[in-house]
């Protein structure tokens, strides 16, 4: 089992940056492709930005070219980079493998993007 601990969220302004960390701690991180997903309030939670153990990334329209996924495996953490936030970036920000759920959803971090 893999417990997924979130962090770096925060309130920034229209333009500005964050960089949000993944820690995983049991085994099975390194073993899977692992996403960022994010639920705005009343709204579905969706895909942001997927890596797979060799590092291929795949991103949103909407976040492409402004946001950056990657990871370490050998910390056991991922990480998001995003950059040129928008107001519609708002929302709680979680990561999981993307394979299934069977590992449940952490806390999340909440991203709030306003002026």
């Known amino acids: 089992q893999v417990q997924l601990v979130e962090s770096g969220g925060g309130l920034v302004q229209p333009g500005g940056s964050l960089r949000l960390s993944c820690a995983a701690s049991?085994?099975?991180?390194?073993?899977?492709?692992m996403a960022w997903y994010r639920q705005a309030p009343g709204k579905e939670r969706k895909l942001v930005a997927s890596?797979?153990?060799?590092?291929?990334?795949i991103y949103a329209e909407s976040v492409k070219g402004r946001f950056a996924i990657f990871r370490d495996n050998a910390k056991n953490t991922m990480y998001l980079q995003m950059n040129d936030l928008k107001p519609e970036d708002t929302a709680v920000y979680y990561c999981?493998?993307?394979?299934?759920?069977?590992w449940g959803w952490g806390q999340g971090t909440q991203v709030t993007v306003s002026s």
């Open positions: 049991g085994s099975g991180f390194g073993l899977n492709t």
């Open positions: 890596i797979t153990i060799g590092r291929i990334t």
């Open positions: 999981n493998q993307v394979a299934s759920t069977a």
